[in-house]
């Protein structure tokens, strides 16, 4: 039946005369003339929008790295426009010559019609692309339904009556679609940059369609081609005509979510998953055709407003048994059951309702309760998420059911509000566990928003709005407070690690300086400890480069110098010629590292005592037996309380951390740690300890270890490079997703569809 309620006026082909080859060419190469002149004109005013679309964008992102995406996407364009547009106009004019020849026609395009997309073929990084393809195609064939209909039975009359339906019609928007794609891949652009080129594509070209079929229907009438024919469309039955919603399609390898990278792209992409779906339910396909295990019934297949008027008595059972306590990771069996039952709840419930059971909901529905359930059994099985919080956001299935029932857009526009709320409540459960979470303030909030959906959700789509607002109101709060928290670790290990290195810096310069010389226990205790601190604090506070800390370097040389036996009296004179600016210089040094003026003047007797002893001038020998006395050990006691704390062990200590099993350089592992960015979230799982969850809050651009923070901002664990690849090689350390929750779950859907024969299973982590 057409749109008003009359038959569709079918024209036998097969009773027409076959037109001769060279009135079929004639009449082929007037067709493939309109397409020609049309489309080069609008791809080349689409190519003329490109560079003024990207260099906005470029000036709106918001780092660098976008900007730059966008600035080089124009360069490539700007180098490859002349044969992407060849590469388009040549592949439709091959196609629309192939026609003459229906045996040797190959309808590839077919993949993208109707709302379908060979996902299989497609790699997960691809998918946004295909779906705002597909999305493309399907709302261009439903407002060109008309016209593309009366263009496909006129060449089929052309072609001697083979029939050409959209999928073969190389001027419809499936096959101009795929050759545009086809023609891109000349361009090595990121997918943002290409998703813009879609859009600006969408508008140029597709967009002018009608104005091309008209053109050519004109001259085929003129020719005499059907004149009589009436644009009117046959339709199967039971298939949703292509949804007019609105999707937003951006690019999954984008780190960031800036509004301004947006693409907006026409229809809805539960038709693209619709083909999937279809197969699953398939004999073969892994699920019986049908409905399985429902009760038969005649009754009509329920309407929307009974499925939300049957969900909503779900939602009050939920709602009315009262609050949620605090989450149980036991409960996560139970809920996955639940999840999967939902259906036959469903349709049983709105059996009560009208008195009699339906045997099954119109396909659209049935789609969107499946996606919905296995959005949601996704969530119980995903890694990221703790125990308690997929308990949690499993009671939000119902709500979501309805919210998808009433906007088919949210599975496909990422800034639908219920889908960035679902994402937000992801995101900071992410990081939750009980140690940092001890007052239960994430918890609360969670719980508190899954419980005003519940209570208050019926047909008002603006509670994902309020709710929304709330959680990132209560994020910007917590995230203030941690970062105010892991700034003061941050400056802390900083600290820390400055101190150690100069500390090494220090010993360093000593031990080499002493090098294979022997010294008195006396003097080497002056260097190794009291000293060593006045090069520590010389480092922090001057640097390297500093005259002072040269100064205290060629200090050391002199009293190395002032160690070694005198044998002659040069040797004597030369060595009272330093010790007056060797004592000065000490004296100056002490007194920066805190020694008392008594601790100061009893050290520098007992080297008065041992340099006249090195001069041959007479010594009392109850002192001289002291100065045999005196090693590493009783130089730390002419050290004050004061500078203990900041002294080295020693020289000669290593790290007291043990030196981890070695690790290869090419190791996914170490890889994996190399790739390491702070925001990025793990869970360590250690033996003999609780499992924890903790942000990479800052990599030290001295020592390179790896800081760890939990959601409070505070310090979980730092770890060496070689120290962090082991715990990931061992399993004792996870990298958890950074994308949001709804890519991750409409990602690993899409591999279960591929896979009809699978029934259960992990949908993904």
Not at 46 to 73: C, I, P, R, S, T
Not at 454 to 460: S, T, Y
Request: glycine share 6%; proline share 5%; hydrophobic share 40%.
């Amino acid at each position: 039946m057409n749109e008003t309620g009359e038959s569709p006026k079918i024209v036998n082909l097969n009773q027409r005369p076959k037109p001769s080859e060279e009135r079929v060419g004639d009449l082929l190469n007037g067709v493939r003339g309109i397409a020609t002149l049309r489309l080069q004109r609008s791809i080349g005013n689409m190519f003329e929008q490109v560079d003024d679309a990207l260099f906005d964008l470029a000036e709106k992102a918001e780092n660098n790295a976008a900007q730059m995406h966008y600035f080089d996407g124009m360069r490539e364009v700007r180098k490859r426009r002349a044969s992407v547009e060849r590469s388009f106009l040549t592949g439709i004019n091959r196609q629309v010559g192939e026609l003459a020849r229906p045996t040797q026609q190959v309808t590839a395009s077919s993949t993208l019609s109707n709302g379908t997309v060979e996902l299989s073929l497609v790699a997960d990084n691809e998918l946004e692309e295909s779906l705002a393809i597909t999305s493309l195609v399907s709302k261009h064939e439903s407002r060109l339904s008309r016209e593309l209909f009366a263009v496909n039975q006129r060449l089929s009359v052309i072609c001697g009556g083979h029939k050409i339906d959209d999928a073969g019609n190389p001027v419809a928007p499936a096959a101009l679609t795929k050759a545009f794609r086809q023609a891109l891949q000349e361009l090595p652009a990121d997918l943002r940059v290409k998703l813009i080129i879609y859009k600006l594509f969408d508008r140029y070209v597709l967009s002018t369609l009608e104005e091309l079929y008209q053109e050519v229907n004109l001259q085929l009438v003129r020719a005499g081609v059907l004149p009589q024919l009436r644009h009117e469309i046959q339709r199967g039955h039971g298939a949703p005509g292509p949804s007019k919603d609105a999707t937003t399609v951006r690019s999954s390898s984008s780190q960031a979510s800036n509004a301004e990278e947006a693409v907006e792209i026409p229809s809805d992409v539960l038709q693209t998953l619709h083909a999937l779906f279809r197969a699953r339910r398939s004999p073969g396909g892994g699920q019986a055709a049908g409905q399985a295990g429902q009760v038969s019934s005649t009754g009509p297949m329920p309407s929307a407003n009974e499925l939300l008027g049957a969900l909503s008595v779900l939602q009050n059972q939920i709602a009315s048994a009262g609050p949620l306590l605090y989450a149980s990771p036991d409960e996560s069996s139970a809920l996955g059951n639940e999840v999967m039952q939902l259906k036959e709840q469903l349709l049983n419930q709105i059996g009560a309702l009208r008195g009699e059971r339906p045997s099954r909901v119109a396909t659209i529905d049935e789609d969107t309760i499946d996606l919905v359930g296995m959005l949601f059994e996704f969530i119980l099985e995903d890694r990221n998420l703790p125990a308690r919080m997929q308990a949690l956001l499993a009671r939000l299935q119902i709500p979501y059911l309805k919210a998808a029932i009433l906007d088919r857009k949210m599975f496909a526009h990422r800034q639908h509000p219920a889908r960035r709320l679902l994402d937000g409540l992801a995101d900071q459960a992410k990081g939750w566990s009980e140690e940092s979470d001890r007052d239960r303030r994430l918890h609360d909030k969670v719980k508190s928003i899954v419980e005003q959906l519940l209570h208050e959700f019926d047909d008002d789509m603006d509670i994902f709005n309020r709710l929304l607002v709330d959680l990132q109101q209560f994020q910007e709060l917590s995230k203030r407070r941690s970062e105010l928290a892991e700034q003061r670790v941050a400056e802390s290990t900083r600290g820390r690690e400055k101190l150690e290195q100069a500390r090494r810096r220090a010993a360093r310069e000593i031990i080499e300086r002493i090098g294979e010389r022997k010294m008195p226990p006396l003097l080497h205790g002056v260097l190794a400890r009291a000293w060593a601190n006045h090069l520590v604090l010389l480092l922090l506070r001057q640097g390297e480069s500093s005259p002072d800390f040269r100064s205290a370097l060629h200090f050391v040389d002199d009293f190395i110098a002032s160690s070694q036996p005198v044998t002659d009296q040069e040797g004597r004179q030369l060595l009272r010629q330093m010790l007056p600016g060797i004592e000065r210089t000490l004296r100056l040094g002490l007194a920066n590292v805190a020694f008392q003026e008594q601790d100061i003047e009893r050290l520098l007797a007992q080297l008065h005592t041992y340099y006249r002893q090195q001069l041959g001038e007479p010594v009392d020998q109850a002192e001289l037996a002291s100065l045999d006395d005196i090693g590493d050990d009783a130089a730390i006691l002419v050290l004050p309380d004061s500078t203990q704390s900041a002294a080295p062990q020693s020289v000669t200590d290593h790290d007291a951390e043990s030196e981890p099993e070695p690790i290869r350089l090419d190791s996914p592992e170490w890889k994996q740690v190399q790739s390491l960015q702070p925001g990025t979230w793990l869970e360590f799982c250690l033996p003999n300890e609780a499992m924890t969850r903790a942000k990479l809050s800052w990599i030290s651009p001295m020592s390179g270890r790896y800081l760890f923070v939990n959601r409070r901002g505070l310090k979980v664990a730092d770890y060496e490079p070689q120290r962090l690849a082991l715990l990931l090689t061992e399993g004792h350390a996870t990298v958890l997703a950074e994308n949001a929750l709804f890519d991750r779950a409409m990602s690993a859907i899409v591999d279960r569809l591929r896979q009809p024969e699978q029934t259960s299973g992990a949908t993904g982590e």
